[in-house]
C-alpha cells in the first residue's frame, strides 16, 4: 500500500527523461547532420581552419583587452558604448558608516523580510500521504530539467 502511495507522488514531470534515437527528432538530426559536415570540411580544409583559430584566439584576447580598458575608463568608444550607468548604495555600509539616526533620515530603512522556504522531502511525503491535494501542486511546484548539451563551435 506504502509504495502505491509513493508512486502517486512522482509525476513524469519529476522524473528523469527517457532517451530517445537520434532520428525520432528532426532538429537533433539535423544538428547531427551538420556537425558532421562542419567536421569533414574541417578535415578537408585544415590549413584554413588552423589560420581562422587563431585569428579567433587573437580577436578574443584583443576583445577582452579593449572592454577592460574601455570600462576602467568609463567611456564609449568604437564599438563599446556605454549604454547606461547605474549607481548603487550598500545600505548595511551606508549604515555602519553614518550611524543609525543619519542613515534613517538620509533615505536608508530597515526591517525585517518574511522568507518562506520548503524542505522538498517533507513536501513529497505530504503529498504522497495526502496532506497537500495533487490537484493544487502544479500551482506551486517548478520542475526544472539540467542538460548536458554539446558545446557552441570553436574553432
Known amino acids: 500500500m506504502a509504495s502505491k502511495k509513493k508512486a502517486a507522488a512522482v509525476s513524469p514531470a519529476t522524473t528523469k527523461a527517457k532517451r530517445l534515437p537520434i532520428s525520432e527528432i528532426q532538429e537533433v538530426q539535423d544538428y547531427v547532420d551538420l556537425k558532421q559536415e562542419i567536421d569533414a570540411l574541417k578535415a578537408q580544409n585544415p590549413d584554413i581552419f588552423m589560420q581562422l583559430a587563431d585569428l579567433i584566439d587573437r580577436h578574443n584576447t584583443a576583445l577582452e583587452a579593449a572592454a577592460n580598458k574601455v570600462r576602467s575608463?568609463?567611456?564609449?568608444?568604437?564599438?563599446?558604448?556605454?549604454?547606461?550607468?547605474?549607481?548603487?548604495?550598500?545600505?548595511?555600509?551606508?549604515?555602519?558608516?553614518?550611524?543609525?539616526?543619519?542613515?534613517?533620515?538620509?533615505?536608508?530603512?530597515?526591517?525585517?523580510?518574511r522568507q518562506y522556504t520548503a524542505e522538498p522531502n517533507a513536501v513529497t511525503a505530504a503529498i504522497a500521504s495526502g496532506k497537500i491535494p495533487e490537484a493544487c501542486v502544479d500551482e506551486f511546484r517548478t520542475v526544472s530539467r539540467s542538460y548536458h548539451t554539446p558545446p557552441k563551435i570553436t574553432i
Open 73 to 113: 575608463l568609463g567611456v564609449s568608444c568604437g564599438p563599446f558604448d556605454n549604454y547606461a550607468v547605474s549607481v548603487k548604495y550598500n545600505p548595511e555600509k551606508m549604515q555602519d558608516e553614518l550611524g543609525e539616526e543619519l542613515f534613517l533620515a538620509c533615505g536608508g530603512s530597515s526591517g525585517l523580510v
